[in-house]
């Protein structure tokens, strides 16, 4: 049986751009602090390694998982389960925005961002390679999936995990800030409304990381946070500021949340792909 709590910390980082030796020790600093306050597993944003405007400076910061930086990340998850962002280069040279779960001193799993943003401020697949897999991994504390900022804005992504059997849905970010609207931050407010959908709709915690700070002339919002698909938001990070957030995830909440409303049970799987090959044929 799965553990009933995941003590996580979520770390509300500001890497530094192309700076990944520096990057790394920070990486490393808080891992350790995380560990010795109890932690269970620690969250990192996107490209947590590297920064995120990098452009030509992709193949730079490129690792393989072999490298030395890699390895001593790989042992430092012999104390606590690690989840961070960097640039990944395979033995094909392909690269790839990567979300890496580590933990006893092994990959357990790595997902490869599949929606590349190539629009106004975004300009990821001119430098970056797109993933293709979305699948969910076995942790203590039940099956988790990974997805990095831009995938949860296509729905399909979160619903295939569900169907994966996931409890946690994971999410690292560089969310710029851009768009303000009397309640507050246009991109923030979209956020939240989705990551509360997501938990109620797929019956699962959903845990939000995102980066913090500025980089070339550009605003991370920050606002990381955690929903329970019982009693919704958990807990929410400060705006823009370097900061951790300290959440733990009771199992409890998923057996409320699906015995009263049975929605992953009733859901008809088959009808959907029925639908989605009518489609594919069009």
């Known amino acids: ?31 350790e602090e995380a560990a010795a306050g109890g932690r269970d597993l620690v969250v990192f944003p996107e490209l947590s390694l590297t920064g995120y405007y990098l452009r030509d400076l ?16 790989l042992e ?31 990959v357990r799993h790595l997902h490869r961002k599949v929606y590349l943003p190539t629009y106004g401020m975004f300009d990821e697949g001119r430098y970056l390679t797109p993933g293709g897999k979305l699948e969910t991994f076995p942790t203590p504390w039940g099956p988790m999936g990974l997805l990095i900022c831009e995938d949860i804005w296509h729905p399909s992504a979160p619903y295939v995990l569900s169907r994966r059997g996931m409890d946690t849905l994971l999410v690292i970010s560089a969310s710029p800030l851009r768009g303000v609207e009397p309640g507050g931050l246009a991109i923030q407010q979209s956020y939240e409304q989705m990551i509360s959908v997501y938990a109620s709709l797929f019956q699962c915690f959903v845990v939000y990381v995102n980066r913090a700070g500025v980089e070339d ?66």
């Open 217 to 282: 002339g550009v605003t991370f919002w920050g606002g990381s946070q955690a929903v329970s698909p019982a009693t919704g938001r958990i807990a929410v990070a400060p705006l823009i500021e370097e900061t951790h957030l300290d959440v733990d995830l009771d199992r409890a909440h998923l057996r409320m949340a699906r015995l009263a409303t049975p929605l992953l049970a009733d859901e008809r799987l088959e009808v959907t792909l029925r639908a989605l090959e009518e489609i594919w044929r069009e």
């Open 76 to 106: 430092a998850s012999r104390q606590i389960h690690v989840v961070l962002g960097f640039v990944e280069e395979t033995s094909s040279y392909e690269l790839y925005c990567t979300a890496a779960y580590l933990a006893d001193g092994e």
């Open 1 to 31: 049986m799965p553990e009933s709590i995941c003590k996580m910390r979520l770390v509300q980082f500001n890497p530094r751009l192309g700076g990944v030796q520096e990057n790394l020790r920070r990486h490393l600093e808080m891992i």
């Open 58 to 73: 992709v193949s730079q910061v490129a690792l393989p998982t072999d490298s030395p930086e890699f390895q001593a990340l």
